[in-house]
Structure formats: structure tokens, C-alpha cells
């Protein structure tokens, strides 16, 4: 279910302003998502659906003859909007965003550590 009061009287509708997920004919985010994050603090349900909203967007690109569909910019939008949010309601951001990365190692290449990845040096 979708709802949105443009006077921004409820906490719900304050999230959904905060994220832009305000359009029902487009929105990322049903009422009883938000809602169940509303259980801490407004700013904490705010990068709690930002957060989950980047999962969403993170499924690989695809084309498929005329079709072709990308979420990468949208992605970046809403990790840019994640940083500001978390300066603004002083969080930081979950784990799951700023973790580090392990990449899969090639079959010719000698970095590769005991468990399958390789080392990225600092700064790289």
C-alpha cells in the first residue's frame, strides 16, 4: 500500500519526503516497509529505506533485443543521497554500504589468497 500526505504530518510521509519516494506511480517502498523501520528514529528510517532502496537497485543491468534497462545511475543517486542523509541526521552509514569489497581472483594470477580472493592494496 502507498500513501503520501503532501503536509508531511505523519512520519511516514516525513521518510518518504526525505527519501523522494513520494510519486505512487513510481515508489520503491510500501507503508508497512517504512513503517517497520519507523521503529527507531526518523533519520535511522530514513538510511534504513535508503539502504534498502540501493539493494534494490543493485541488481545487475540487462538487454534484451529493444529492451534495455540500468539501474547504475539510479544507484548512485541514491548512495550520493545516503551520504547526505547520514551527515544530516549525524548515522553512519550500515556496513553493508561502505564494507570492503573481495573480488574473485583469475585462474592465472598469483595473488590469490587460501580462501579464493585476492588482496586489494589501501587506496587502490
Known amino acids: 500500500m502507498f500513501t503520501y500526505d503532501t503536509t508531511l ?3 511516514l510521509a516525513l ?13 520503491y517502498l510500501e507503508d508497512e516497509t ?8 526518523i533519520g535511522q528510517a530514513v538510511v534504513s529505506c535508503i539502504e534498502y532502496i540501493i539493494t534494490q537497485l543493485s541488481i ?3 538487454r534484451l533485443d529493444w529492451m534495455n534497462v540500468t539501474n547504475g545511475q539510479a544507484r548512485s543517486a541514491f548512495e550520493n543521497m545516503l ?14 554500504i561502505t564494507s570492503s569489497i573481495s573480488h ?8 590469490m589468497n587460501k580462501d579464493g580472493t ?5 587506496g587502490a
Not at 585476492?118 to 589501501?122: E, F, K, N, S, T
Request: one cysteine or more; hydrophobic letters at 25%; glycine letters at 8%.
Open 118 to 122: 585476492y588482496d586489494v592494496p589501501d
Open 9 to 11: 504530518s505523519s512520519n
Open 104 to 111: 574473485a581472483h583469475r585462474a592465472d594470477s598469483y595473488e
Open 15 to 27: 521518510v518518504r519526503f526525505e527519501i523522494g519516494d513520494t510519486n505512487e506511480a513510481g515508489h
Open 60 to 62: 545487475p543491468d540487462f
Open 83 to 96: 551520504k547526505l542523509k547520514c551527515q544530516k541526521y549525524g548515522i553512519s552509514p550500515g556496513a553493508t
Open 34 to 41: 517504512i513503517n517497520h523501520f519507523l521503529t527507531s528514529s
